[in-house]
């Protein structure tokens, strides 16, 4: 069963809900997550609704300005992003989510300082239903 986890920023303006088993997660070593300390989970965007706070989103694009990351204007924390290797679709910051421990969850790791080689292998292990 599929459970519908809520998040939110830190000063709560940013709120979402994300529909989804809470598999595994993806820890990214580019300059931007790492910095972050950001840990992700991908879901196919018809799972992900922002609840409140969309006027309260600042967007920061660099590199190929391909993926859009999103914070709040107010406190800063990056709740969600559409990331580069599927832009129309969502990331969550699994450490924004109420109530989930983050040590019982499976972490892969994406290595996004070599983007494209990463990106690569991710959409073969995909295809071969490995992931
Ligand atoms: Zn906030």
């Known amino acids: 069963m599929e459970k519908t986890n809520k998040g939110s920023c830190h000063c709560g303006r940013v709120t979402f809900g994300l529909r989804a088993e809470l598999g595994a997660i993806v820890e990214c070593n580019c300059s931007l997550c790492s910095r972050k300390g950001a840990l992700w989970h991908g879901n196919d965007g018809a799972h992900f609704e922002i609840l409140t706070g969309k006027d309260d989103l600042v967007l920061y694009q660099f590199g190929t300005m391909t993926a ?5 204007r ?7 992003s559409r990331p580069r290797i599927a832009p129309t679709a969502w990331v969550v910051n699994v450490r924004c989510l109420d109530g989930v421990d983050i040590s ?3 972490t892969h790791a994406f290595d996004g300082q070599n983007w494209e080689q990463s990106a690569q292998r991710f959409v073969q292990s995909r295809t071969q239903g490995a992931v």
């Open 68 to 72: 859009k990351h999103y914070s709040c």
């Open 74 to 80: 107010q406190c800063g924390i990056s709740t969600f």
């Open 104 to 106: 019982s969850l499976k």
